[in-house]
């Protein structure tokens, strides 16, 4: 079964420092990962997907993600924090089955706070 | 439209009322789902339409939840005599319905049941 595991409910870093937010995944086969980006009262928005070509995939505003067979991990990184990336961070696995259901299977989030 | 739209925004309803929740998908996008978010929780999966195939209804928590899809259009997600543990956002996303294609997200309808 497929599943994702963050690593930290809460990560506090002050604005110009570097972010890393933590994701685990577990899959039986070669995933489809994401990562989401909820702001405050605002929709989902996809920062980034690994769909098996490059392992290290660029997204929006910076961010950047690497996908690691050994350790089975996926983590968010930014070198630079912005006031603006404070938000809830969301690690997603797709779940593929039947040839049919793209299901997601998304991760309980990380909040980031950005301290000035 | 551009993106994803949902309605209502916000609904507030008593115990055991019935409510409907509405989806407006992006435009030629044949794969639609519905997720529940409870409060500090992830997104949990619900259902999912693609095209004029059998909807994939294995994430329905209980008979009081449904949806309906006509073709690739609107959607609307039903909860009847609502309970107070139904109270989360409700989020609908829509893709181009590949077994890759990314799935967008609609604003979602936060439903409190009093």
């Known amino acids: 079964a497929q599943s994702v595991t963050q690593l930290d409910s809460h990560v506090s870093v002050s604005e110009g420092t570097p972010v890393l937010l933590r994701c685990n995944y577990s899959?039986?086969?070669?995933?489809?990962l994401f990562w989401y980006v909820q702001h405050p009262n605002k929709g989902l928005q996809l920062l980034l997907k690994?769909?098996?070509?490059?392992?290290l995939v660029k997204g929006i505003n910076g961010f950047e993600a690497e996908f690691k067979k050994s350790e089975t991990s996926f983590h968010l990184t930014k070198p630079s924090a912005h006031m603006s990336d404070a938000a809830e961070y969301f690690c997603?696995?797709?779940?593929?089955?039947?040839?049919?259901?793209?299901?997601?299977?998304f991760g309980t989030g990380t909040l980031l706070a950005v301290q000035p | 439209g551009a993106g994803v739209s949902q309605s209502p925004s916000n609904k507030v309803t008593e115990k055991g009322k019935d409510v409907e929740l509405r989806c407006d998908p992006i435009?030629?996008?044949?794969?639609l789902y519905w997720y529940r978010q409870r409060l500090g929780q992830g997104l949990e999966f619900l259902i999912y339409?693609?095209?004029?195939?059998?909807?994939?209804k294995s994430g329905l928590p209980s008979d009081r939840f449904s949806a309906e899809r006509t073709g690739e259009s609107v959607s609307t997600l039903t909860i009847q005599r609502t309970q107070q543990e139904d109270s989360a956002v409700y989020l609908c996303?829509?893709?181009?319905?590949?077994?890759?294609?990314?799935?967008?997200f609609g604003p979602g309808t936060r439903l409190l049941v009093l």
């Open positions: 899959s039986s086969y070669s995933p489809s």
């Open positions: 435009s030629g996008h044949t794969a």
């Open positions: 996303a829509s893709s181009s319905g590949t077994s890759s294609g990314t799935q967008y």
């Open positions: 339409f693609q095209g004029n195939s059998a909807p994939d």
């Open positions: 690994y769909t098996s070509a490059a392992t």
């Open positions: 997603v696995v797709n779940r593929l089955y039947g040839g049919a259901t793209n299901k997601l299977i």
